[in-house]
């Protein structure tokens, strides 16, 4: 009995490392009967997967993994990047002096308008809007999750859609706004035309890079 015993956990012990190795395929020959994840399938469904690994065996192919030697490619964004963060901090201290008169006027107003000292109120008010906030977020995101456990395409495209498309509607408000004023408010002109590119631009990244990934995602 213990040497039917040793032999039983030594085919089990074998049959777990054979399960545990590796198994590489080709991704150009590979079938999908070959993968186990494609089994449960349908003929279009598995195909359009198959044509994904075929293109990632492609990529493999073209592209080293880490290669000898790599460019810098970033060196002009790093300069745009300071350039940016020198201008928000000389804004910042260009108009420090103005905010915090503007802060106090503020506060002063508020403190008139309460009947008082606001000190208090403010601390309560801090925590429970943070609070609030905080159980709303949980709350939104666990409806988020339910829904993408659910409704896998709504979300997929409402979440591709949706930044774009109000992008575009908020530039197309602004526009009208800034028009609609004697003399035209052309800073708000100016960012609706941007903010419409910047949709529009989106959109068609969505459209020429990412639509056949689309069904991927879902599926």
């Known amino acids: 009995f213990a040497s039917s015993h040793g032999i039983s956990e030594g085919v089990e012990t074998h049959r777990s490392e054979a399960m545990a190795r590796s198994v590489r395929l080709n991704p150009k020959t590979v079938r999908p009967e070959n993968l186990p994840a494609l089994h449960g399938l349908s003929g279009m469904k598995a195909e359009r997967k198959m044509e994904e690994v075929r293109h990632g065996g492609e990529l493999m192919e073209e592209l080293e993994v880490f290669p000898e030697h790599r460019s810098c490619q970033d060196a002009l964004w790093v300069v745009l990047f300071a350039l940016t963060a020198i201008g928000t901090l000389c804004v910042a201290f260009w108009y420090a002096d103005a905010l915090v008169t503007w802060s106090d006027m503020h506060i002063n107003q508020v403190k008139r308008y309460a009947g008082g000292d606001i000190d208090e109120i403010n601390v309560w008010v801090l925590v429970g809007s943070g609070a609030i906030g905080a159980a709303c977020s949980v709350l939104a995101a666990f409806i988020i999750v339910l829904l993408m456990h659910r409704c896998p395409t709504c979300m997929v495209y409402t979440s591709l859609l949706f930044g774009p498309t109000i992008m575009i509607v ?34 068609s990244c969505i459209y020429c890079c990412y639509r056949h990934l689309i069904p991927f995602m879902i599926k």
Do not use: K, R, T
């Open 170 to 203: 908020s530039g197309i408000a602004f526009i009208v706004i800034g028009c609609s004023v004697e003399p035209w408010n052309m800073m708000l002109v100016l960012m609706g035309f941007i903010s419409i590119a910047l949709g529009v631009c989106m959109l």
